[in-house]
């Protein structure tokens, strides 16, 4: 393991799922070596900006419910083999952590994920993944993929962050109007054309064809959602009911979140020639409403 600075320890709640955890005084949070996971963040005197169930199962193996899962090098189920795991082969690994560095402002850690026996069972792909986190009053988060195989691949991807809300039925996402979008809540392909704010009303499984920023609006502060190199929007909560099938997620807490990712969903796949690369990028800022 790398050095690390003051501000940052490596905590092992129960023996086999490393977590660095950030006190610093731009901000607070915790990052899972398994998945390169942004578990948690909240800026110096502020209220955490993600959501983390205090259901999830912190288990080798076990995707994480909450923060900022990286779903890769497909999104959703995959395309061709429902056998293989859902959202890739990026979240459900350890990646190595390279760097942490105190800046002064901010902390900065870059992990990486290179392709290994057990990764070409499931993709049969030569890869270098790095994902740059720099945590302090925003939070900054970058996925790159490089091809260093002889022949070009396809990836779909999403930043899949779970932003934290008061209540979620109070809350108006920004930035989607006009957007084309298709519906998958309970099962159904339902296409549409987005018209004002998205509120969220039960389950909502849509994925936008946007590249646009985007805003989550609450009474007491705004949440600001940058993006880079990602043509697709996703806005997702389970609603109650399917909760009930979510063991990990407590059931009244589905009010407590809204999902809204930085992706590249299928139908917006980027191809990538051997030796090419690409950068999939977001950025969260917080406004309160009394400044």
């Excluded at 994920?113 to 499931?122: I, P």
Aim: glycine share 8%; proline share 7%.
């Amino acid at each position: 393991m790398i050095s690390l600075p003051a501000c940052v320890r490596l905590v092992d709640p129960n023996g086999e799922f490393p977590i660095l955890e950030i006190d610093h005084p731009s901000c607070r949070a915790r990052v899972a070596l398994q998945g390169a996971h942004v578990m948690e963040w909240a800026p110096a005197g502020a209220d955490p900006v993600l959501y983390l169930s205090p259901a999830a199962v912190l288990q080798p193996g076990k995707a994480i419910r909450g923060g900022i899962p990286i779903c890769w090098p497909w999104f959703g189920p995959h395309p061709t083999d429902a056998s293989k795991p859902a959202h890739g082969v990026a979240r459900n690994r350890f990646w190595e952590c390279t760097a942490c560095q105190d800046d002064g402002a901010s902390v900065e850690l870059r992990f990486e994920l290179k392709d290994s026996e057990a990764t070409r069972q499931v993709w049969d792909h030569a890869f270098s993944a790095i994902v740059e986190i720099r945590l302090g009053a925003e939070l900054a988060l970058s996925l790159t993929t490089h091809n260093t195989g002889l022949l070009p691949f396809s990836e779909t991807a999403s930043l899949h962050a779970y932003l934290a809300v008061s209540t979620v039925d109070e809350t108006e996402l920004g930035g989607l109007n006009g957007a084309t979008f298709v519906e998958h809540a309970g099962g159904e392909t339902v296409p549409g054309l987005q018209t004002g704010p998205v509120r969220i009303v039960g389950e909502v499984d849509r994925i936008y064809a946007s590249t646009a920023d985007l805003t989550v609006r609450e009474d007491h502060r705004t949440i600001r959602v940058h993006k880079h190199g990602s043509a697709s929007t996703v806005v997702w909560n389970p609603g109650p009911e399917k909760a009930v099938r979510l063991g990990d997620l407590p059931v009244e807490d589905v009010h407590r979140f809204v999902c809204v990712e930085t992706a590249n969903a299928p139908g917006a796949e980027v191809t990538l020639a051997p030796g090419a690369h690409h950068v999939l990028r977001m950025r969260l800022a917080v406004e309160s409403m009394q400044s």
